[in-house]
Structures are given as structure tokens and as C-alpha cells.
């Protein structure tokens, strides 16, 4: 009769987004072709980078990859991990704070230099990639809303509906938004030097499947779909490529992801990053036990 719970066993996993438009989107069932990215999710880091370079059709590369990241535990001296404000750090679960705190204290316990930045176009970069959801989608599915809308979920109906409404004036600036982010987050990196960005993946963990709201410390609640998609949606408009991590669990169990953002074309470099905190942390080795 309770509600399940899922245990981070099962649901804290590695999720790796490749470069936009590096893998192949054949046969895949578009939304918003000008964002679709797909990437493999897997157990681990080292999982995670076999199935990309497989996916990737660069399986020569795929024993060296395993010499190294198979050994990529200790220091992680002379690499410079940012912090991003604001945004990414605005309206967090406690715990997931808490998770992220703890795990930035880890990379720098590595010896990664973990650097502050500033990068107001966040929400801009978020706004561009909805905006450009919103129309794209409604133009896949425009058959659909003409000839069977009541077959649509309403939620997903409405989003539709907006797109469809939106106008071609719109559109373009959401494109050209997106050309302006894309260059302010790489001259945040150059400035920086950075090798890559330390983000939480979303703001809460998993809410409960029959109450689809995400609440907050504050009494404030979120609808689920805005407040799962509110920290990853800016680096759908930025193409970058985007690797998540478990990096903790909170006080029922469910697992706090960890997203390391880093340069185009830098998965694996990316792949080193991320599998040096996950061989320290060891979140992935984590079982707690299915709870009812």
C-alpha cells in the first residue's frame, strides 16, 4: 500500500551527453532536432566511455580508454573545475546542497583548483533551449495535434500548443540567443582557464510518482517537470558535452547526481575528470536495500 521508493542502486547511474551532433540521431524520434542529443547511460564512468566511443564508431580508441580510466584514481593537480553562480545554485533541496558542498570539497581534496564563476547568461541559455523546444516539437507533432489531440497528455499537449503559437520572430531569437550563450560560456572557460564546470545535476531528488511536485525548505514547490529539466536545459542550448554522477544520497534514500560540464569535443577528458571523483567518492558502489 506505501508509495516505492526506488534505491539508489538502481537509479544512481552515469549519464553521458555527448557534443550535440556528434552521434548519429538515425532512428531516433526527434523532439527538437536542433537540441536531440543522444549518449549512453551505464553503471559507471568507464561503462559510460565504452559505449560512447562504441556509439561513436571509434572502437580502436576503446583499450586505451580502459588503460586509463581504469586506473584513474588520486590527484587530480593542475586541472581547474568551476563553480557556476547563478543559477545552478538557486532553489536546492537541502540535501542536494549538502551533496554538492561535500563533493566539491572532494575534487579540491584531489587537488583540483575549484574556481568561482560568474556566468549570468544561465537563464538566458535556458530560456533560448525552451523556447526552441517548444517550436521544434510542435512542428514534429503538428499532425498529431491537428487530428488526435485528446490522445496527448494535456501537459505535454499545452507545451505543444505554445509552440505551435509562437511565432517565426520568436524563433529566431531563441536561435540567435542561443549563438550568444554559446560564446559566453567559452570565453567564461578561456578566462578561466577552465577544464571543466561542476553544476548539481537537479535541483531535488525523485519526488513520489503519484504527487508530480517537487517541494523545497522554503514551503516553495515546483512543478517536476520544470524542476528536473531547470539546471540541464542551459547546456542543451550550449551543446556542450555533459557527464553525470552520483554524488550522494539523501535522508530516504534516493540518490543527488553531479554533472560535470566541460569543453566541445572533450568527452573523455571529461570521462578522466568525472572517474577520478566517482573512484574517490564511491557512490557507485553504494546498495542500499528497495524500500516499500
Not at 96 to 118: E, I, K
Amino acid at each position: 500500500g506505501g508509495s516505492i521508493r526506488i534505491p539508489a542502486a538502481l537509479t544512481g547511474t552515469v549519464g553521458l551527453k555527448p557534443t550535440y551532433g556528434r552521434l548519429s540521431l538515425k532512428g531516433v524520434f526527434p523532439l527538437a532536432p536542433s537540441l536531440d542529443t543522444v549518449g549512453p547511460i551505464a553503471r559507471t564512468v568507464l561503462d559510460a566511455a565504452i559505449l560512447y566511443l562504441s556509439l561513436a564508431g571509434r572502437t580502436r580508441e576503446i583499450p586505451a580508454v580502459v588503460e586509463q580510466l581504469g586506473t584513474a584514481e588520486g590527484a587530480l593537480a593542475g586541472t581547474r573545475i568551476g563553480i557556476l553562480s547563478p543559477h545552478f545554485d538557486e532553489q536546492l533541496q537541502p540535501d542536494v546542497a549538502r551533496a554538492f558542498a561535500d563533493a566539491t570539497a572532494a575534487l579540491r581534496d584531489l587537488g583540483a583548483a575549484m574556481v568561482p564563476c560568474h556566468w549570468p547568461e544561465a537563464r538566458a541559455a535556458r530560456a533560448a533551449a525552451l523556447l526552441l523546444s517548444r517550436v521544434e516539437s510542435a512542428a514534429v507533432h503538428r499532425e498529431a495535434l491537428r487530428v488526435a489531440p485528446d490522445e496527448i497528455d494535456p501537459d505535454v499537449r499545452s507545451r505543444f500548443e505554445i509552440g505551435a503559437v509562437l511565432t517565426g520572430d520568436v524563433y529566431l531569437r531563441a536561435v540567435q540567443a542561443r549563438e550568444a550563450v554559446k560564446r559566453s560560456i567559452a570565453r567564461l572557460y578561456d578566462a578561466h582557464r577552465l577544464d571543466a564546470v561542476v553544476v548539481p545535476t537537479v535541483p531535488a531528488t525523485a519526488p513520489e510518482a503519484d504527487d508530480l511536485t517537487v517541494r523545497y525548505a522554503d514551503g516553495s514547490r515546483e512543478p517536476v517537470g520544470t524542476a528536473l529539466t531547470r539546471l540541464t536545459s542551459p547546456w542543451n542550448a550550449t551543446g556542450q558535452p555533459v557527464i553525470s554522477v552520483p554524488c550522494g544520497i539523501d535522508g530516504q534514500g534516493l540518490p543527488v547526481g553531479l554533472s560535470f560540464v566541460g569543453r566541445p569535443d572533450a568527452e573523455l577528458d571529461l570521462c578522466r575528470l568525472a572517474r577520478a571523483y566517482e573512484q574517490a567518492a564511491g557512490w557507485h558502489a553504494r546498495r542500499p536495500s528497495l524500500q516499500a
